[in-house]
């Protein structure tokens, strides 16, 4: 009798447990990413080889996670953090996969930048969860647009970001430079777009965009997973508020509108477009070349 007790004590308080945590997400359908679920934080790595490029795979699969994360499409409470990491060294996010910004323009790829632009939104749409780049190695691009649209940023030893779209006679023009320009001041904001200059970890932190920065990648896990578990015992609820609350610091959605539409007055050019062809010709079809290595100066080699 009192073992029964015992047992059902048991069962209830795992009732009570399971039903106040996060299921794990569903594994990814092109398996760009990967998912940790640790109590109320997941831990998503990028994991694209060669160069976790954002392209159609990826996007779609980050669409999907996000998707998911909205609370009424869930039967079980959201993640309070998610965390998202690189399963590759030198590469935390790529930029976008600039074939589908080559005329024509496809369906298909208006169908990925259509995608493209609602995983951007999301990260602040969905304000009941909060989002951090552990970020190593490079972001240039798309990869530092996403970044700058997550909740805090840390750098480890590797990082290297940046827009580098003025170069090609673009904008990052899917929220990146808006972005930019709420987290550094004008100024700031205006010569690391213009000029295309790199963020390196203590530079971005000094400057504002990363809340800080790691001589090691093992310090820097370290202290983003003790914080997300920290934020995450407190009550979701409150969480959400004050993230919606800082909701009025981000630029509005005409603002961002008038963006995407700047970038697509200038795609069709033909000097941007020789450009684009001239990307991907150096960097070997995007691979994993000395020249994607080291994108913020190599882009340089455009103007050679
Ligand atoms: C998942 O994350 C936890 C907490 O950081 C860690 O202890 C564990 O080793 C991770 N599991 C895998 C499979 O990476
Ligand atoms: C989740 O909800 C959004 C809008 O509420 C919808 O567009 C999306 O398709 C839903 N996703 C899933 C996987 O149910
Ligand atoms: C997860 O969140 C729930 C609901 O706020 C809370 O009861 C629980 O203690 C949290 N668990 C951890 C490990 O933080
Ligand atoms: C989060 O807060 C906003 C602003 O108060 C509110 O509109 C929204 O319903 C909240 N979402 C959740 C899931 O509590
Ligand atoms: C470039 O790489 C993609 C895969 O990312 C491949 O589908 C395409 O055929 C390649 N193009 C050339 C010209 O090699």
Do not use: W
């Amino acid at each position: 009798m009192f073992v029964v007790f015992k047992l059902l004590v048991v069962l209830c308080v795992l009732a009570v447990a399971g039903a106040v945590l996060p299921a794990p997400p569903s594994p990814a359908k092109y398996g760009t990413l990967s998912f940790n679920q640790t109590g109320n934080v997941t831990r998503v790595t990028f994991d694209h080889p060669p160069i976790n490029l954002v392209d159609a795979e990826l996007t779609s699969d980050l669409l999907d996670f996000l998707n998911d994360l909205i609370p009424t499409n869930r039967t079980t409470p959201p993640p309070k953090v998610v965390i998202f990491d690189s399963a590759n060294p030198d590469f935390f996010l790529g930029h976008i996969d600039v074939r589908s910004i080559q005329l024509p323009i496809t369906e298909a790829d208006t169908a990925f930048t259509i995608n493209y632009l609602a995983v951007a939104n999301l990260f602040n749409s969905i304000t009941s969860t909060i989002f951090i780049a552990e970020i190593n190695g490079e972001a240039f691009g798309a990869g530092q647009e996403l970044t700058v649209q997550m909740d805090m940023r840390f750098a480890g030893p590797n990082t290297r970001t940046g827009s580098f779209e003025n170069a090609l006679g673009l904008v990052a023009g899917g929220g990146g430079q808006l972005f930019l320009g709420t987290l550094l001041n004008r100024g700031l904001a205006l010569e690391y777009l213009l000029a295309v200059k790199t963020f390196d970890g203590p530079t971005g932190t000094r400057l504002g965009l990363f809340n800080n920065d790691f001589d090691t990648a093992e310090d820097q896990r370290t202290y983003v997973d003790a914080l997300a578990a920290r934020i995450g015992l407190f009550p979701a609820n409150g969480l959400n508020e004050t993230k919606a609350a800082l909701s009025f610091r981000n630029p509005t959605l005409e603002a961002l509108n008038t963006d995407v539409e700047g970038f697509y007055g200038l795609d069709g050019l033909a000097a941007q477009q020789a450009n684009v062809a001239k990307l991907i010709a150096l960097s070997d079809n995007q691979t994993k070349t000395p020249f994607e290595l080291g994108l913020g100066e190599s882009i340089l080699e455009l103007y050679q």
